[in-house]
């Protein structure tokens, strides 16, 4: 922290440190960090009593500037002659009526306007001690603030004088530190790889310090994945020699959560992470969001020219900037929504905001009423209904799967009886719902719609004889039953709340649209209009596309967590934390493997 402020910065493509543990241990073991240590340390204190000092002047000299002209000897002086001096804060007419007051107290009082402001007048006044309780009577009945200046061994003016005086060798001082720090910051990489190193073995003696010894043995617990417990047995074997005994452990202890997924989904972890983590009992919903969320994503954004800059861009941030895995994560996880984006804007027919005649015609098809762009499907603009739809017809696939995954949640992890009777149910009467609804719609024929709807009302009557089982009274389990059927207008407001995905989707669009209008009224300006143009389309577009990127995450995420999520997941489950070298300043090359 000290040298950081002096070091030389690493550029944004050169990212953090990368080194190997060799090195970094050859580093540690041949730099003198600790005559480094000790420099730093002495300079810090030094330092930071400097910048103290010069903080405590330059509050002092504002303190007393506005009363620069007070001509009043020091404080002692003036007790040791039976005075006192005042300084007081006092608006222009309360200065008058006091100063009527303090004529009529006594000869000993002087009383002198300093400086002044707006409504404020800068008084100093001294007087001797007799009248002292006269005037505080006197400042009871003005609207006056008494001052307290810092202690100064002579007038005010001198002692402004001594405090710049002070400043310059206090900058002086700060200016010969800061010097030395430079040289010293040269080693400031050098210094980041040694805090990692010795960072690595602190860690490692702290998980020693938690083993059984004795002469010849010892041992100590923890946890290992499942998956890995042979690989790492077999290299423990060899580290040994054999001489090492795996036993596991019965405990009470619920066992941490580490998520396993496939490469391509490892980026999707970084949503699902913002929830929480999976109680043991419960599926990881990774897998079950993939397509949702980044789907949902696109619905949002829907502009195929902003999902090809984000495309675009993560690649190129991926591929020149040296970052953590982390981060990497997190890049591909805008990359996939930036892929995703693209697709949603083909089938929308999202261009940066453009219409099919503001377009160029690689981009269009069709010709006349006919034309538009090429794979654009919906036009959320002129037929948001269909767009509206769509977005419920999403919404209710991912409510529904959400009771489905419950349901084998349920019957693998826990009550088969509660599986079947809690969630299968459920389950059954919203297909059979979805199925009515196609049928009145036209999309699936009469008859089905007619057989889903004699399944919905066995839905219907199996949701009133099973929801009340638990009550003790037939009463009771007959009305718990008819009140579940109200569980209905629950799974009506999640669909609804999907409709966001249209209203997000027009905000892009109709900002996009306003942008371009704005860039076309002021091309016409002369001389400047093509250089006003070019600003209006990058910063109005970049500024769509980044506001309108950040609310689709947030409510593409919002559906997860609120609407699919509270079907089947609890969460609170404890992260797998593995012994590993954690670095705070460099990234270490095997970690990246």
């Keep these: 922290k000290l040298l950081s402020p002096f070091a030389k910065k690493r550029g944004a493509l050169e990212g953090p440190i990368t080194v190997n543990e060799k090195k970094a241990k050859a580093v540690a073991e041949n730099f003198e960090y600790e005559e480094l240590a000790k420099t730093c340390k002495d300079l810090e204190t030094n330092y930071s009593n400097a910048k103290t000092t010069l903080e405590l002047l330059e509050q002092a000299e504002t303190e007393l500037k506005p009363w620069a002209k007070a001509n009043i000897s020091p404080k002692e002086v003036l007790e040791s002659n039976g005075y006192l001096a005042t300084y007081l804060l006092i608006g222009d007419k309360d200065l008058e009526t006091l100063e009527k007051e303090l004529a009529e107290v006594g000869p000993l009082i002087d009383i002198q306007t300093v400086n002044s402001s707006k409504s404020t007048n800068y008084v100093s006044m001294i007087h001797h001690k007799e009248y002292s309780k006269r005037i505080k009577e006197i400042f009871t009945k003005v609207k006056v603030k008494e001052v307290m200046l810092p202690k100064v061994e002579t007038n005010i003016k001198e002692a402004l004088r001594n405090i710049e005086t002070q400043k310059k060798e206090a900058l002086r001082t700060l200016a010969d530190m800061e010097k030395e720090l430079k040289k010293l910051a040269a080693n400031y990489e050098t210094v980041q790889i040694i805090h990692d190193y010795f960072k690595w073995q602190k860690d490692l003696t702290g998980v020693c310090e938690g083993s059984l010894d004795s ?9 290992i994945p499942i998956a890995e417990t042979v690989e790492i047995e077999n290299i423990l074997r060899d580290k040994t020699n054999n001489k090492i005994a795996i036993i596991p452990i019965e405990t009470d202890e619920p066992s941490p959560v580490a998520l396993k997924n496939h490469a391509l989904l490892q980026p999707i972890e970084n949503v699902t992470t913002l929830y929480g983590l999976p109680i043991p009992s419960e599926y990881d919903p990774t897998a079950f969001i993939s397509i949702f969320f980044i789907a949902f994503f696109g619905m949002a954004v829907t502009d195929a020219g902003y999902g090809l800059v984000m495309m675009i861009t993560m690649l190129l941030v991926l591929k020149y900037l040296n970052l953590s895995k982390q981060i990497k994560s997190f890049v591909k996880l805008l990359m996939y929504a930036g892929i995703l984006t693209f697709i949603m804007g083909l089938l929308y027919g999202g261009w940066f905001g453009m219409t099919a005649d503001q377009a160029p015609a690689f981009l269009l098809t069709g010709e006349g009423e006919s034309l538009k762009f090429i794979g654009q499907i919906f036009n959320p603009i002129e037929d948001p209904m269909t767009v509206l739809i769509l977005s419920l017809v999403v919404g209710y696939t991912q409510v529904a799967f959400g009771v489905f995954i419950a349901f084998i949640s349920e019957y693998n992890h826990g009550s088969k009886k509660n599986a079947v009777l809690d969630h299968l149910t459920w389950f059954a009467t919203l297909i059979a719902l979805a199925v009515v609804i196609m049928g009145k719609a036209g999309v699936l024929a009469a008859g089905i719609g007619t057989l889903g709807l004699y399944f919905l009302y066995g839905g219907l009557i199996s949701l009133v004889l099973t929801q009340g089982r638990d009550k003790p009274s037939i009463a009771g ?3 718990s039953g008819i009140l579940s059927l109200y569980g209905l207008v629950g799974y009506f407001g999640d669909v609804l709340s999907y409709s966001r995905l249209l209203a997000l989707g027009l905000a892009t669009a109709i900002i996009g649209l306003a942008v371009n209008v704005v860039a076309g009224l002021v ?19 970049l500024f769509n596309l980044v506001v309108n990127a950040l609310g689709a995450f947030i409510h593409a995420a919002r559906l997860q967590f609120v609407e699919f999520f509270s079907k089947f997941l609890v969460g609170g489950g404890k992260p797998f934390r593995p012994l590993r070298k954690e670095s705070n300043y460099i990234l270490l090359e095997e970690q990246e493997k």
């Design 215 to 223: 002469a010849m043995t010892f041992a100590f617990s923890g946890w």
């Design 477 to 479: 389990k007959a009305i």
């Design 523 to 541: 091309s016409g300006i002369p001389f400047i209009g093509w250089i006003l143009v070019i600003i209006v389309l990058i910063g109005g577009h």
